[in-house]
T-cell receptor
Framework: NAGVTQTPKFQVLKTGQSMTLQCAQD?????MSWYRQDPGMGLRLIHY???????DQGEVPNGYNVSRSTTEDFPLRLLSAAPSQTSVYFC?????????????????FGAGTRLSVL | AQTVTQSQPEMSVQEAETVTLSCTYD???????LFWYKQPPSRQMILVIR??????QNATENRFSVNFQKAAKSFSLKISDSQLGDTAMYFC??????????FGTGTRLQVTL
């Protein structure tokens, strides 16, 4: 049971460097999302996708790009890392049943990536 | 837009005792889901319990139960017979028709001997 897999688990970057956080799920979930977790602020939505080829911005999208070329993968790109992007990042997925369609609507999370930008 | 508020940053409970974590939310929707997630020191997000807003019956999962007050927009989590393994951050979250899961800021629960 792989579920949602995030890589890497830890990363240290210098200001201005770029990198991609990888996220893959093997549950055939249509809906995937990226969150960042900062002390005292809970989890905040960065970007999300309701299916391959479709992405949209969340609450804190600035400084991040995403793409969804396949159902399984949803990478998060930092084009020019800043110290303000030091955080723990979570990828999540769930079936696209929606509250109106019923279903459990349970979101599954990856193990997280701790990113430090110096 | 949905908002979720957890007003207790930290709580402590003795082993085998009962503790209640508070959560209030704001939504204009009629159809939505509410969740409690647990985040232990391992950082993994673990679903504890979920509640459909259209169901009046409070959800229960073993030692975990909720008190869902729809009119008051309140969704508290009760943990009975607390165990050391319950020590974690607990997040309340809501999911509406816009398909975005909104989280509260969390409550850090410490279970002591």
């Amino acid at each position: 049971n792989a579920g949602v897999t995030q890589t890497p688990k830890f990363q240290v970057l210098k200001t201005g460097q770029s990198m991609t956080l990888q996220c893959a799920q093997d549950m055939n979930h249509e809906y995937m999302s990226w969150y960042r977790q900062d002390p005292g602020m809970g989890l905040r939505l960065i970007h999300y996708s309701v299916g391959a080829g479709i992405t949209d911005q969340g609450e804190v999208p600035n400084g991040y790009n995403v793409s969804r070329s396949t159902t399984e993968d949803f990478p998060l790109r930092l084009l020019s890392a800043a110290p303000s992007q030091t955080s723990v990042y979570f990828c999540a997925s769930r079936p696209r049943t929606g509250v109106l369609a019923g279903g459990k609507n349970i979101q599954y999370f990856g193990a997280g990536t701790r990113l430090s930008v110096l | 837009a949905q908002t979720v508020t957890q007003s207790q940053p930290e709580m402590s409970v003795q082993e085998a005792e009962t503790v209640t974590l508070s959560c209030t939310y704001d939504t204009s929707e009629n159809n939505y889901y509410l969740f409690w997630y647990k985040q232990p020191p391992s950082r993994q997000m673990i679903l504890v319990i979920r509640q459909e807003a259209y169901k009046q019956q409070n959800a229960t999962e073993n030692r975990f139960s909720v008190n869902f007050q729809k009119a008051a927009k309140s969704f508290s989590l009760k943990i009975s017979d607390s165990q050391l393994g319950d020590t974690a951050m607990y997040f309340c979250a809501s999911l509406g028709t816009a398909s975005k899961l909104t989280f509260g800021t969390g409550t850090r629960l410490q279970v002591t001997l």
